[in-house]
């Protein structure tokens, strides 16, 4: 089975922006979707952002216009440009695979997690 390999994450004052990747390693993302989600303390693991093996996106109401996925299919690496951060971006981001052409939002079709990477994002 493949690996994901987040990184990218740090600490940035609000209106800041960071770029997390994720390398994958075992897989061609070109044949796969890929998700970005993220887990604040004490909340559920949420989606933030989709590609499909085709590059159609989508994003989760609260980072429309804030955030862009994007992948390298070269190089099996999904991105996530933040932009305009905010405290409420402050979580523990994960990207996962869903071993399918199209994407979704629940949880559990995604069968392949990475590590994480912390976002904190400062007032």
């Known amino acids: 089975q493949g690996q994901l390999m987040e990184s990218g994450g740090g600490s940035v004052q609000a209106g800041g922006s960071l770029r997390l990747s994720c390398a994958a390693s075992?897989?061609?993302?070109?044949?796969?979707?890929m998700g970005w989600f993220r887990q604040a303390p004490g909340k559920e693991r949420e989606g933030v952002a989709t590609?499909?093996?085709?590059?159609?996106?989508t994003y989760a109401d609260s980072v429309k216009g804030r955030f862009t996925i994007s992948k390298d299919n070269a190089k099996d690496t999904v991105y996530l440009q933040m932009n305009s951060l905010k405290p409420e971006d402050t979580a523990m981001y994960y990207c996962?695979?869903?071993?399918?052409?199209?994407?979704?939002?629940?949880?559990?079709?995604?069968?392949?997690w990475g590590q994480g990477t912390q976002v904190t994002v400062s007032s």
């Open positions: 075992g897989y061609t993302i070109s044949n796969v979707c």
């Open positions: 996962a695979v869903r071993p399918s052409g199209w994407c979704g939002w629940a949880r559990n079709p995604y069968n392949v």
């Open positions: 590609i499909t093996s085709a590059g159609n996106t």
